[in-house]
């Protein structure tokens, strides 16, 4: 069976979207209550819309699913990573500013520290302090984007992609998503980091139009670190750019990159 768990100590990762949402339902339904070998783990940069992390309290509540929430801690902690809730949860980027300030740099296309530092480094440390050796990983990635389907460089893991396996695409994610009582409130393009300089220029746009202060955040941070995550544009540049516009940029195609529907590309 595609999505019955393979031996040994299993780390699902939860990103917080609809895929990843997917992936766990079908674990849950093919194997029944998590085994204490198990982890659900949802990494927390700070920097989620809130309907995000209402929604991983959600499947965690109906789903009756443990998810650990894990952040980057600040360096006087001695694990380098918090266990936090939906209560205790950064929500104005904390972990990302932190760690902005310890790089004193933004994270950009060519160094994407962020989600090393961010993602990936607080699971690995909570699993760790755990006692685990090694571990497979389960990762949301579809059968449409199987490009990103790449195995670990750490050799205490294994990556496992059942989605992709299964042959499963978007579609079949938002077709489930359709038949369920709840959803992801985060309307398109909003998804993982709010301001992410993965996700297309028109969606970081529509961002600094519609949440103004989210923007504002991502223009300190470029000050703070004396750099840019775009090399193009700066994020106060696309800003005042929107500001003086009116909202035709966002009808005309030629106007502002449009790229994968405002989605992270990477």
Not at 150 to 160: A, F, I
Request: net charge neutral.
């Amino acid at each position: 069976m595609i999505y019955t768990l393979p031996d040994g100590n299993v780390q699902i990762s939860f990103s917080g979207g609809r895929t990843s949402g997917y992936m766990l339902h079908q674990i849950l339904e093919a194997n029944g209550d998590l085994p204490v070998r198990v982890r659900v783990v949802f990494s927390n940069t700070g920097r989620e819309m809130p309907e995000t992390l209402d929604f991983v309290q959600e499947v965690s509540r109906r789903w009756g699913v443990r998810v650990v929430w894990v952040e980057d801690a600040a360096r006087d902690k001695k694990g380098l990573f918090n266990i936090v809730s939906h209560n205790s949860a950064s929500r104005d980027g904390e972990p990302f500013e932190r760690l902005i300030r310890r790089k004193k740099s933004c994270p950009d296309v060519s160094k994407r520290f962020c989600t090393t530092e961010l993602k990936m480094l607080p699971a690995r440390r909570y699993l760790l302090a755990l006692g685990w050796k090694a571990w497979t990983n389960a990762v949301g990635i579809r059968a449409d984007e199987a490009h990103r389907a790449t195995p670990s460089k750490d050799k205490r893991v294994t990556r496992w992609h059942p989605l992709e396996s299964a042959g499963i695409t978007r579609q079949d994610v938002d077709r489930f998503w359709k038949s369920q009582p709840f959803d992801l409130k985060v309307a398109e393009g909003f998804g993982n980091c709010d301001g992410c300089f993965l996700k297309s220029e028109r969606q970081q746009a529509v961002l600094a139009r519609e949440h103004p202060e989210r923007h504002a955040w991502w223009e300190r941070m470029e000050e703070i670190a004396g750099g840019t995550f775009v090399t193009e544009y700066s994020k106060r540049e696309l800003g005042n750019f929107v500001e003086r516009q009116g909202d035709w940029i966002f009808d005309a195609e030629d106007a502002l990159c449009q790229q994968s529907g405002g989605e992270c590309t990477g």
